[in-house]
C-alpha cells in the first residue's frame, strides 16, 4: 500500500533521510519509531506530498507520489505533528471548508463530519471556535481532518504528543480500531504506544532504516530483549 524506494532528501548539505526503502501492506498499522531528528517527519512530509524528495521513488496505493501527486494525495490522510488549523473558524466550518478541499460534494460532506465528530470525540465541540481549543482538542481536530474523506492510508505524525494520559488510551484505542479500515503509518518516539497500536515497526535512525519487521521478530532479532532496550542500543541513546 506504501512503497518507498532509495528515497533521500538534503537540506542544504544535511542529508535527513538517507536511502530508505520499505513496503507497508494494506491493512498493517505500523509503527515508524526513531529518535529526535531521525526524519520521520521528513518521510511522512515526502509521502503526503507536503515535501519533495531529492531522489529516490514513492507511492501509496499504486500511485507515484512525485508523478501523480493529486491521486496519491487522494488516498491518504494526513495529520502533521502541529496541525495547521485556522483558529478563527469553527470545528465544523473548518471540517466543511476542507471536506470542499478534498473535492467531496456538499452532502457527502455533511455526512462524514457527523462520522468523524463522532469518532474523534468533538461533537460537543462541532460549534466551538478552534482558537479556543486546547491541545489536545486541536489534535482530535487534525485526526477528524485526516479521516474526512475516508482515505485508504493514514499517515499520522505523533498523533498523541501533548495529550493527556486519558487522550493518549483514547486515541491508540482509536487507531487500531482505525487500522480495522485503514492502512496506518504512525510515528512516534514512544516505544509503549508502537506495542499497543502496531502490528510492525520500522526504527529509524540518522535517516536510515536501523530494523524492520513484526513485533515478535523485531525482539527475536534483538535477543528477546525488550523493545525499548533495542531501540537504545540501535539509537544509541543513553539513560
Ligand atoms: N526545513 C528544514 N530545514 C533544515 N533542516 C531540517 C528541516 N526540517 C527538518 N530538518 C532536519 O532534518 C532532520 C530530520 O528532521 P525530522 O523532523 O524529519 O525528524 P523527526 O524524526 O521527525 O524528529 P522528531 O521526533 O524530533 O519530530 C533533523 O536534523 C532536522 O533538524
Redesign the pocket.
Known amino acids: 500500500m506504501i512503497s518507498v524506494k532509495n528515497l533521500t532528501k538534503y537540506?542544504?548539505d544535511?542529508p535527513?533521510v538517507r536511502d530508505i526503502s520499505f513496503e507497508v501492506s494494506k491493512g498493517q498499522v505500523v509503527g515508524f519509531l526513531?529518535?529526535?531528528?531521525?526524519?520521520?517527519?521528513?518521510?511522512m512530509r515526502i509521502l503526503a506530498g507536503f515535501s519533495t524528495a531529492t531522489s529516490g521513488q514513492a507511492t501509496v496505493d499504486g500511485k507515484d507520489v512525485f508523478w501523480n501527486p493529486i491521486e496519491a494525495r487522494r488516498r491518504i490522510g494526513y495529520m502533521p505533528?502541529s496541525c495547521p488549523l485556522y483558529t478563527e473558524m469553527r470545528v465544523e466550518e473548518y471540517l466543511r471548508f476542507r471536506g470542499g478541499l478534498k473535492g467531496l460534494n456538499r452532502s457527502t460532506t455533511r455526512k462524514r463530519i457527523d462520522f468523524v465528530l463522532e469518532r474523534c470525540w468533538l461533537k460537543d465541540q462541532r460549534r466551538q471556535l478552534i482558537g479556543t481549543l486546547s491541545k489536545g482538542y486541536r489534535q482530535r481536530v487534525g485526526l477528524a481532518d485526516s479521516l474526512l474523506a475516508d482515505p485508504p492510508v493514514l499517515i499520522l505524525d505523533?498523533p498523541t504528543a501533548g495529550l493527556d494520559p486519558t487522550q493518549i488510551r483514547e486515541t491508540r484505542k482509536l487507531i487500531r480500531e482505525l487500522g480495522n479500515q485503514h492502512t496506518i503509518l504512525l510515528?512516534t518516539?514512544i516505544l509503549s504506544e508502537v506495542e499497543m497500536a502496531c502490528d510492525s515497526v520500522i526504527m529509524i535512525n540518522q535517516g536510515k532504516v536501523a530494523m524492520e519487521g513484526t513485533l515478535e521478530s523485531i525482539r527475536h532479532m534483538g535477543g528477546n530483549r525488550s523493545l525499548e532496550d533495542i531501540f537504545v542500543q540501535i539509537t544509541g541513546v543513553v539513560d
Open positions: 537540506y542544504g544535511y535527513a526513531g529518535p529526535n531528528g531521525a526524519g520521520k517527519s521528513t518521510t505533528e505523533e510515528s518516539h
